[in-house]
Structure formats: C-alpha cells, structure tokens
C-alpha cells in the first residue's frame, strides 16, 4: 500500500504557484486575485474560507473576503456578486456554501461570471466540463485528478465506483473519470443513497471514490485487493482524546482498508489539501485567461 499524500502533493503545488505569481511580479504583469464571500459565522464555513485567503497569500496571490451577516438578502447577495463580476482587477469568485435557507444557492451560482467562477459551479462550466471543453473544474474533483496524475496511476479500461452523486463532487467526478483523456477512460458506476447491493458495487471498483459524508462507511470487506482508494469524506465525530474534543474522520475505515490497497488517501492530509490547490490554480487559469479566451 502506498500513501496518496496530499501533503507533499499541495507542497509542490503550492512551490510551482508561488514561483509561477513570482514571475508574474517580476513582469509587471496582473497578481491573480481571488474573492471570496462568506454568509454568516456558523458551522465550518468560516475556517474553510480562511484557510483559502491563507493559502493565496502564501503563495503571493491577492485575495478579499466579503462578508455578510445570515441577515443579508438574496438580492443584496446578488448585487454584491454583480460588483465582483464587473470589476477588472478581481479574477476568481467563490461564494463559500451553504448558505441561509432564505437564499437560493443555484441562483447565486448562476449570478457569477462564468469566467470567475473559479469553484466550477456554474452550469455554464458544469456543461463545458461534460463537453471536454475548456472550463473551471470544481476544485475537490480537480485536487482527486491532480492526485491522480502526479502519481502516474493507471486508469484507463478501469472500473471506477463512485459514492456519492453531489453537484460538487460526486457527480463531476463520474462525468471526469469516464471522459476520453488521461486521467479517465474508467468505466463508471455511480452510486448513491438508493444504490442496491452498494459493498458488491464496491467489491468491484479498481478505483474507489468515496464521497458520502459517512464516516468510515466503507469497510475492509468493500474493498478488492489491489484497488485506488480515494476518500473525500472530511466529517468531525466526537473524541475525547482530542483537545478540541473531535476528530476528523473520512468516508473510509482506514485501517481495515488501507492494507488491501494499492495507493489510498489518508483523512486528513490527503483530498482537503488539494482542493484548496485547485482553487488556486484556477484563480491563476483565470487572471491568464486560460479558460475562457
Ligand atoms: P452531500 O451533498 O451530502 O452528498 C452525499 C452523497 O452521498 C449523496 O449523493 C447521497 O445520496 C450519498 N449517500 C449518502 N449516504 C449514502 C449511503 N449510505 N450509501 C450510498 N450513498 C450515500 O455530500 P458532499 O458535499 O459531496 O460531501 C461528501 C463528503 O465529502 C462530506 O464528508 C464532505 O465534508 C466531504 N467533502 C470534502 C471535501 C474536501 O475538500 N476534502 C470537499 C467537499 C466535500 P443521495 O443523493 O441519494 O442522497
């Protein structure tokens, strides 16, 4: 078994993007900016989005955080959205999810410019993504393939299992890995809630990505020997040990699982790293205009 380590991964990442924003600079030429807009102080929202301001920082990147309280309106969220679009010198937007019941998430996702909507949730660049053509990526499903990629596994001619048919997630994930390029070409079985005989589904994955929010669902008996298993699960479950009083917990049973795998991703410091990564890389795709030209 070999550990698929987004540690080093987001290390390297981070190194070639700080270099890449460096020659930038030296240029004269336009510091990728990424915005991010925050709804509220509840749940976990608050340090995502922080750890994605710290990250563009680290790597020499612009970013701005807008904030408002739950209190704010859809159509002020709009408007807000709109400013971001119109102005030149910002490149990425991220409205950082959930938001308030009172407002329609679809809606504001359909307000970003497509060209700045760095997390890929657009229909726009959901649609351009099945195509094959030129788009943002969501990031997590961007971070699995870069994991993918920079450790040369296999995937053609593969069977791919998915679990888990999110919008942000899941369901790009499938449409990626049966795409017709490398990574890709897997034969794809998606999963979900209403799935029947979901362990045999598994039992048959060459490549395995768990994306459900149940820890530590998959069990050692839903797993071949030999299989790629990529755990997107990221979820807190309370432990006493811990100082902070939880623990982070995957969608993968770690150490039944692990010894019959080939390559795994540990939680934490395997799929999280990257996905901020691919934010990035995104903001950096849309200040060059790499996307949308
Ligand atoms: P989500 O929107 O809640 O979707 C969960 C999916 O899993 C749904 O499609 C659901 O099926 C399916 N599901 C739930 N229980 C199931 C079961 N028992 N058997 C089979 N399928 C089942 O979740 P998400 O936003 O994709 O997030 C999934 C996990 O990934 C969470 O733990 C989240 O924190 C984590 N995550 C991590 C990152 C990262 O950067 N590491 C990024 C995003 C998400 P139905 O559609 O039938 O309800």
Redesign the pocket.
């Known amino acids: 078994m070999q550990l698929l380590d987004g540690k080093v991964l987001s290390l390297q990442i981070k190194q070639e993007l700080a270099a890449e924003v460096a020659e930038i600079k030296s240029n004269n030429g336009k510091i990728p900016h990424l915005v991010a807009i925050l709804v509220g102080t509840a749940g976990r929202s608050e340090t995502y989005v922080a750890s994605k301001m710290k990250s563009c920082e680290e790597v020499g990147m612009h970013s701005t955080l807008i904030r408002f309280d739950d209190s704010v309106s859809e159509e002020e969220l709009i408007h807000a959205v709109r400013d971001v679009n119109e102005n030149p010198d910002m490149d990425g937007l991220i409205v950082q999810l959930p938001l308030p019941a009172h407002i329609s998430a679809d809606k504001v996702m359909e307000t970003i410019d497509p060209k700045k909507d760095v997390d890929g949730f657009h229909p726009i660049n959901i649609g351009r993504m099945a195509k094959g053509l030129p788009a943002y990526i969501s990031?997590?499903p961007q971070?699995i393939l870069e994991i993918l990629k920079r450790y040369n596994i296999e995937t053609a001619g593969k069977h791919c299992v998915v679990?888990?048919?999110?919008?942000?997630?899941?369901l790009p994930m499938s449409i990626l890995m049966q795409r017709n390029t490398y990574p890709g070409n897997c034969t794809v079985t998606m999963?979900?809630?209403?799935?029947q005989n979901?362990a045999e589904i598994c039992r048959s994955a060459d490549i395995l990505i768990a994306?459900?929010?149940?820890?530590e669902?998959i069990t050692g008996d839903m797993v071949k020997e030999g299989a790629v298993v990529i755990d997107?699960?990221?979820?807190r479950v309370p432990d006493a040990s811990k100082k902070s009083g939880f623990a982070l917990k995957?969608?993968v049973k770690f150490d039944e699982v692990a010894p019959k795998t080939s390559y795994i991703t540990p939680?934490p410091g395997?799929?999280?790293l990257?996905?901020?990564c691919s934010l990035m890389q995104n903001t950096l795709k849309a200040a060059r205009g790499e996307v949308y030209y």
């Open positions: 990031a997590t971070g679990v888990g048919r999110s919008q942000i997630v899941g999963t979900h809630s209403r799935t979901l994306a459900l929010g149940r820890p669902f997107v699960g990221l979820e995957g969608d939680v395997g799929v999280g990257m996905t901020i």
